[in-house]
């Protein structure tokens, strides 16, 4: 019987192409395992409300008050993710996907039984339109769903279902092809191919690296914005000394937040960093962005502002004001974002409050000069 040769000795490239396929493989398994864990735990969460208004012995005493009621209970009980309106997508979640009941665990069921307090949901979904539980489940993040459940008509939700799993689409692509109306213009077109290809052109693919930063993982895991929504190392650092030098200038400057969380419609948004000024007595929220100015950067500042007008404002607060820092290289730009403010002699004493445009240039400035030689 011949000896089978032995394998060759490991070579030092060798070692590193093992050990970065392994990382990569590991990281896409930990990466699906919490978005498995977390599409469930929102598709249960319906489910459980979606039986407990048909069948539960005391909701009469809740009425339509049920959802507010459930997520105050739940939001102190630390649940993440449980203000009235997700409670209400997670029960539309659990309606127009009812065949996600196939991907449960036989852990999930049995934790299920009746005597548990729900009733047993083994029995088969209806058959469905479009990729099966096990692809919806694995392939696509609640943040992925929640924007699929805007579809009213199930034959173009599961159009889009397939193509962003086909096309491993990233949320963001998955909005701008529908927003682009690809699924109309597919149905019109007659030349599909032609269509399907330059849909595809330019396609932003979901990185499993950012998965981390969906709002919903992150606060599924108990993470803080800080933590996973900073854009860059860099813009992280400067945010760092950012924070500490607005507060050190004097200006009455009395720090609030960091990567504040506010939705706006149905979509998360994250305010670098939040402040309330006790002299013009009004919040000031600061954006910075590592790249070159662009006028959609202040059109979301603006639309920042203008929602912390509406929302946070209390009584004695004058109307917020945004400050926008941009960096590219060696060269700084400092913009002031009013939001329709037309009370001239407020912008004339913000003029003076504020630290001066040259003076926070400078500070940038000197900071990326610093990287620089940090770097060299």
Not at 183 to 210: I, M, P
Not at 234 to 250: A, S
């Amino acid at each position: 019987m011949a000896v089978p040769a032995a394998p060759p000795p490991l070579s030092f490239e060798s070692l590193v192409t093992v050990i970065r396929e392994l990382n990569e493989e590991l990281a896409t398994q930990a990466a699906r395992s919490v978005n498995t864990a977390l599409t469930m735990r929102n598709w249960l969460i319906g489910f459980g409300i979606a039986e407990y208004e048909q069948k539960g012995s005391d909701r009469a005493q809740y009425g339509e008050a049920l959802l507010d009621r459930l997520s105050e209970r739940l939001t102190k009980a630390g649940v993440s993710r449980t203000e009235a309106r997700e409670l209400r997508r997670y029960r539309q979640f659990y309606l127009t996907y009812p065949q996600i009941r196939e991907s449960l665990s036989p852990e999930l069921t049995r934790a299920l039984r009746p005597g548990a307090g729900l009733p047993d949901i083994r029995e088969s979904a209806p058959p469905k339109l479009g990729p099966d539980a096990s692809q919806i489940v694995a392939r696509l993040s609640f943040s992925h769903i929640a924007e699929l459940l805007q579809c009213d008509d199930p034959l173009k939700r599961a159009f889009y279902e397939a193509e962003a799993i086909r096309g491993n689409w990233s949320v963001r692509e998955l909005k701008r092809q529908m927003a682009s109306l690809y699924y109309e213009r597919s149905g019109l077109s007659k030349d599909k191919e032609t269509l399907a290809a330059r849909a595809r052109h330019g396609v932003q693919r979901a990185d499993l690296g950012l998965t981390i930063r969906d709002p919903y993982v992150f606060e599924f895991l108990g993470l803080t914005p800080q933590e996973v929504m900073s854009e860059s190392h860099l813009e992280d650092q400067l945010l760092d000394k950012l924070q500490q030098f607005l507060i050190e200038l004097g200006h009455g400057f009395c720090f609030e937040a960091r990567q504040k969380r506010i939705l706006i419609g149905d979509t998360h948004n994250f305010v670098d960093l939040v402040f309330y000024h006790r002299i013009l007595k009004c919040h000031v929220l600061v954006e910075l962005k590592a790249a070159a100015f662009s006028h959609e950067n202040i059109g979301q500042l603006n639309t920042y502002v203008s929602w912390y007008r509406k929302h946070m404002m209390t009584e004695g607060d004058n109307p917020p004001i945004g400050i926008l820092l941009c960096t590219q290289k060696d060269h700084a730009l400092v913009e002031y974002a009013l939001a329709g403010i037309d009370n001239s002699l407020f912008v004339s004493k913000y003029l003076l409050e504020l630290p001066k445009k040259e003076e926070m240039q400078r500070f940038l400035e000197d900071q990326l000069a610093a990287r620089a030689q940090e770097a060299i």
